[in-house]
């Protein structure tokens, strides 16, 4: 069992409830039912929503994720969950239906971070993770360069985003041009159509004396705003698509040339990328040309892993079963602000068995 | 018969083993807080205390609120996984009714548990195990005439003395409660809140609040 353990993952830090199943590093199942179009008209993601969401699709997501994998809930050898970071009542419901079906069903259970299983979900599409591992990881709610010499136990900051991160840049560009949420895909879709070079937009802490690691998004978010309301000012029509284009080559250009200076300072081969706005197609591109350049090893998950779901946390899961992982408590909290330093929640103590 | 109960729906967490004649075991602490923190551990002590095996459990028995949200599905979601995991049946009861049984009032009363933003939850009772009002949600002060001079029960009515004069015990709910409650319900053939297999499913009362994003707001000066 050890080597190739059977877990089930649940993830519902914010508008997908996502139910996955690993053997070791083999994906079984990757179920998620998402609340996405009953946020969209809001413009973002109400929490209070997504707990109701969460609620009614928590045990079908289960069975669901069980009946694609072939497997009986007997089988299994642990249950993960992601404890954190994420919203705190949406993450509370996944917790808890956690708690319960580790404990009817006698498995250990495994509060993980939403964070590093972003990262460790490319097991399942790369095999084992490189130790150290440089990682890039990218959502609407972080963006952070992170060196992890174990995934389990050891994730270290090397920089992260002083203001927004590039999934909020994202959403709020989309905003201004008025195309929706949530605007990552949709800006990729346009961006498919423009001239990336039409605007020369920003790119943040990139002087020879800022911060090597860190991000900035805000600078090039008020530059689109400025250009596109002057456009419209002066009742001249938006272009559209370049300017989708042109932001969208600003910021992989920023994300894509400070994860490489940080393998190149760390001696390291390799470059992960993980988290949602790892599935847009131009950071893929770009990260793929500047990698090949490098001499590096790129190691991206197709897209579908990439956005929050189930499967990665169950990997984080079994890369803990693995190892001997303490399981967590019986009293293991949700924890909206669990620091990406923490990759194993273990609870207060309270345990059980 | 051996079910297990439990509530989050208020600020106790609450849990109790019962085999259909008695309460076996009981735990409830008071902790608004932690709900998601609490209930395992204490469905864990009352299932030992109580010595009961979880495969010789026949029923989950859980309060489906009204109760603010957040702890409410802490209770409802920690069922149905226990209903799913274990193949048996879980019988949602409004948390209003548990408190209404516990207290055993013989005639007209009223319970009331606190919905927070200066609110309650509450329904009128015409005895023990009979509401004869739905559960609602309201401003102590708007519905002073409708509960005027009756007995009230529950946490909710004990914080607007000036408008529930006649206080009465239990304050809090007890899982225990709950489960004799749908024990008898279970001898009697009565229904529960989820008829026909459907899930528990939560009296929320209240819409999601859904902040609508402010107006994109320029950054050019006007
Ligand atoms: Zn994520």
């Given at each position: 069992?050890?080597?190739?353990?059977?877990?089930?993952?649940?993830?519902?830090?914010?508008?997908?409830?996502?139910?996955?199943?690993?053997?070791?590093?083999?994906?079984?199942?990757?179920?998620?039912?998402?609340?996405?179009?009953?946020?969209?008209?809001?413009?973002?993601?109400?929490?209070?929503?997504?707990?109701?969401?969460?609620?009614?699709?928590?045990?079908?997501?289960?069975?669901?994720?069980?009946?694609?994998?072939?497997?009986?809930?007997?089988?299994?050898?642990?249950?993960?969950?992601?404890?954190?970071?994420?919203?705190?009542?949406?993450?509370?419901?996944?917790?808890?239906?956690?708690?319960?079906?580790?404990?009817?069903?006698?498995?250990?259970?495994?509060?993980?971070?939403?964070?590093?299983?972003?990262?460790?979900?490319?097991?399942?599409?790369?095999?084992?993770?490189?130790?150290?591992?440089?990682?890039?990881?990218?959502?609407?709610?972080?963006?952070?360069?992170?060196?992890?010499?174990?995934?389990?136990?050891?994730?270290?900051?090397?920089?992260?985003?002083?203001?927004?991160?590039?999934?909020?840049?994202?959403?709020?560009?989309?905003?201004?041009?008025?195309?929706?949420?949530?605007?990552?895909?949709?800006?990729?879709?346009?961006?498919?159509?423009?001239?990336?070079?039409?605007?020369?937009?920003?790119?943040?802490?990139?002087?020879?004396?800022?911060?090597?690691?860190?991000?900035?998004?805000?600078?090039?978010?008020?530059?689109?705003?400025?250009?596109?309301?002057?456009?419209?000012?002066?009742?001249?029509?938006?272009?559209?698509?370049?300017?989708?284009?042109?932001?969208?080559?600003?910021?992989?250009?920023?994300?894509?040339?400070?994860?490489?200076?940080?393998?190149?300072?760390?001696?390291?081969?390799?470059?992960?990328?993980?988290?949602?706005?790892?599935?847009?197609?131009?950071?893929?591109?770009?990260?793929?040309?500047?990698?090949?350049?490098?001499?590096?090893?790129?190691?991206?998950?197709?897209?579908?892993?990439?956005?929050?779901?189930?499967?990665?946390?169950?990997?984080?899961?079994?890369?803990?079963?693995?190892?001997?992982?303490?399981?967590?408590?019986?009293?293991?909290?949700?924890?909206?602000?669990?620091?990406?330093?923490?990759?194993?929640?273990?609870?207060?103590?309270?345990?059980?068995? | 018969?051996?079910?297990?109960?439990?509530?989050?729906?208020?600020?106790?967490?609450?849990?109790?083993?019962?085999?259909?004649?008695?309460?076996?075991?009981?735990?409830?602490?008071?902790?608004?807080?932690?709900?998601?923190?609490?209930?395992?551990?204490?469905?864990?002590?009352?299932?030992?205390?109580?010595?009961?095996?979880?495969?010789?459990?026949?029923?989950?028995?859980?309060?489906?609120?009204?109760?603010?949200?957040?702890?409410?599905?802490?209770?409802?979601?920690?069922?149905?996984?226990?209903?799913?995991?274990?193949?048996?049946?879980?019988?949602?009861?409004?948390?209003?009714?548990?408190?209404?049984?516990?207290?055993?009032?013989?005639?007209?009363?009223?319970?009331?548990?606190?919905?927070r933003r200066k609110e309650v939850y509450w329904a009128h009772y015409a005895g023990p195990r009979t509401r004869s009002?739905?559960?609602?949600?309201?401003?102590?002060?708007?519905?002073?005439?409708?509960?005027?001079?009756?007995?009230?029960?529950?946490?909710?009515?004990?914080?607007?003395?000036?408008?529930?004069?006649?206080?009465?015990?239990?304050?809090?709910?007890?899982?225990?409660?709950?489960?004799?409650?749908?024990?008898?319900?279970?001898?009697?053939?009565?229904?529960?809140?989820?008829?026909?297999?459907?899930?528990?499913?939560?009296?929320?009362?209240?819409?999601?609040?859904?902040?609508?994003?402010?107006?994109?707001?320029?950054?050019?000066?006007?």
């Open positions: 069992m050890a080597d190739e353990p059977l877990v089930l993952g649940i993830e519902t830090s914010c508008d997908e409830t996502g139910v996955g199943i690993v053997r070791g590093h083999t994906l079984l199942a990757d179920a998620v039912a998402s609340s996405v179009d009953e946020h969209a008209r809001f413009g973002g993601v109400v929490p209070e929503v997504a707990s109701r969401a969460h609620l009614e699709a928590m045990v079908p997501t289960i069975q669901r994720a069980l009946k694609e994998a072939g497997v009986a809930a007997g089988d299994l050898d642990g249950i993960a969950v992601t404890a954190g970071p994420g919203l705190a009542g949406a993450l509370l419901v996944g917790v808890s239906a956690a708690k319960a079906y580790a404990y009817a069903l006698g498995k250990p259970l495994y509060g993980v971070n939403h964070l590093a299983s972003h990262i460790c979900v490319d097991q399942l599409e790369h095999g084992a993770l490189p130790e150290p591992t440089m990682a890039l990881l990218v959502s609407g709610g972080h963006s952070s360069l992170l060196l992890a010499p174990d995934i389990t136990s050891d994730v270290r900051t090397l920089g992260s985003t002083i203001d927004d991160a590039a999934g909020e840049a994202f959403d709020k560009v989309a905003r201004v041009l008025g195309l929706g949420f949530p605007g990552g895909p949709v800006i990729d879709r346009w961006a498919k159509e423009g001239d990336p070079d039409a605007i020369r937009f920003p790119r943040g802490l990139t002087g020879s004396r800022d911060p090597h690691y860190d991000f900035s998004f805000s600078g090039v978010n008020t530059a689109v705003a400025r250009r596109v309301e002057e456009r419209r000012r002066e009742g001249v029509e938006v272009p559209i698509a370049d300017v989708a284009a042109s932001f969208q080559e600003a910021v992989t250009d920023v994300l894509t040339r400070k994860a490489i200076r940080a393998c190149r300072d760390n001696g390291v081969d390799h470059l992960m990328i993980g988290g949602g706005v790892a599935a847009n197609s131009r950071l893929r591109s770009m990260a793929e040309e500047r990698c090949a350049d490098a001499g590096l090893k790129l190691r991206v998950p197709r897209p579908k892993l990439c956005t929050d779901n189930g499967a990665m946390v169950a990997a984080l899961g079994a890369e803990m079963v693995a190892r001997n992982v303490t399981p967590s408590s019986l009293d293991l909290p949700a924890d909206a602000s669990l620091p990406v330093t923490e990759p194993h929640v273990p609870g207060h103590g309270h345990g059980h068995g | 018969m051996l079910l297990l109960a439990f509530d989050t729906a208020t600020p106790a967490v609450t849990a109790a083993v019962h085999d259909g004649t008695t309460v076996l075991a009981e735990s409830t602490s008071i902790d608004a807080r932690r709900h998601g923190e609490l209930l395992m551990p204490a469905v864990d002590c009352v299932l030992r205390e109580a010595g009961a095996e979880l495969d010789a459990v026949t029923g989950i028995v859980v309060g489906v609120g009204p109760g603010p949200y957040t702890g409410l599905r802490v209770g409802l979601v920690t069922a149905a996984a226990f209903g799913d995991a274990l193949g048996i049946p879980v019988h949602g009861i409004c948390t209003l009714d548990g408190l209404a049984y516990a207290s055993g009032i013989d005639g007209p009363f009223v319970v009331a548990t606190d919905a009002s739905d559960p609602a949600v309201d401003r102590p002060g708007d519905i002073a005439t409708q509960v005027a001079g009756l007995p009230a029960v529950g946490a909710g009515a004990a914080l607007y003395p000036e408008v529930f004069t006649d206080i009465r015990a239990p304050a809090d709910q007890s899982a225990g409660a709950l489960a004799a409650l749908a024990a008898a319900k279970l001898a009697e053939g009565e229904p529960f809140e989820n008829e026909g297999g459907l899930p528990a499913l939560p009296l929320y009362l209240r819409r999601p609040d859904a902040q609508v994003p402010a107006a994109y707001k320029a950054v050019l000066p006007k």
